[in-house]
């Protein structure tokens, strides 16, 4: 009885780790996430069950329950994959199932996954870092947490990428925030949509329009100055190979 927390990347599945594809395939159970792409999903064992936990907003499947299903499947299985969108451990509560697993004495392993934070601005051509432009990058939720949240005019930072996962319900009082804290209206902001997918799409705008902007979720808000840079000649492995 092992359950292995495996990152699934943001959706393509040539961005899979090689360790994470050998456990899908082999795997005997899957527990996955809303976000998993089917590409992904057609790499998992045909005999192993599967189960669909996806929190779609405002749906069942608790995390209480996932942590439940996980034990339970670990007493009767030996080898468990929990598939989550990403790393697990960004934004993923991956550490609570770690807890609840450890807490039953059951065995965990865990295999990181590429993140939509720091792929989802790349392959629409914007690095999170760039030598000149930007120090550093910080990466945040733009939701709240038991009525917490990020107190973005503290983050207002020209010189700092800001990232902000699960932000677009929010954006227009992030942007706000962000110029109060002293941002320039006029900081370029990169809206990566569906990121690695057929369905990707990047809008560019600047901070003070970010809040009328059409966007669709899932996305990554890119804010800072490297949103100015378009790395258009950017190709992820996959695609330089398919026109080798
Ligand atoms: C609950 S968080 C999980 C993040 C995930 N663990 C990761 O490392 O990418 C979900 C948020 O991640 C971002 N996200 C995940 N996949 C994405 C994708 N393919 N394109 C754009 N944003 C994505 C969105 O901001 C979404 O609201």
Not at 59 to 69: D, F, R, T, V, Y
Not at 109 to 134: D, E, Q, W
Request: proline share 4%; with cysteine.
């Amino acid at each position: 009885m092992t359950v292995y927390l495996v990152g699934a990347g943001p959706g393509d599945a040539d961005l899979l780790t090689v360790r994470a594809a050998q456990l899908l395939a082999e795997a005997e159970v899957v527990v996955h996430d809303r976000l998993i792409s089917r590409e992904v999903l057609a790499l998992v064992n045909k005999r192993a069950a599967r189960y669909d936990v996806g929190k779609a907003p405002g749906l069942a499947h608790s995390q209480e329950g996932i942590n439940e299903l996980l034990v339970a499947l670990a007493r009767d299985f030996e080898f468990v994959v929990r598939l989550k969108g990403g790393d697990p451990f960004v934004f993923g509560r991956g550490g609570e199932e770690v807890e609840a697993l450890e807490a039953h004495g059951i065995d965990v392993r865990v295999v990181p996954g590429v993140t939509s934070a720091f792929a989802g601005p790349l392959l629409a051509g914007i690095p999170v870092t760039h030598r000149g432009v930007s120090h550093g990058v910080t990466v945040v939720t733009g939701s709240s947490v038991k009525g917490s949240r990020v107190d973005f005019a503290c983050l207002a930072n020209a010189d700092v990428t800001l990232v902000v996962l699960m932000g677009v319900e929010r954006r227009a009082e992030i942007a706000a925030e962000l110029i109060e804290g002293g941002l320039a209206p006029s900081t370029p902001v990169g809206v990566v949509e569906w990121a690695s997918t057929d369905q990707q799409r990047c809008l560019r705008c600047r901070l003070d329009e970010l809040g009328a902007s059409h966007v669709r979720a899932p996305a990554v808000l890119v804010i800072g100055e490297v949103a100015a840079l378009d790395l258009g000649s950017v190709k992820t492995f996959a695609a330089t190979w398919a026109f080798a």
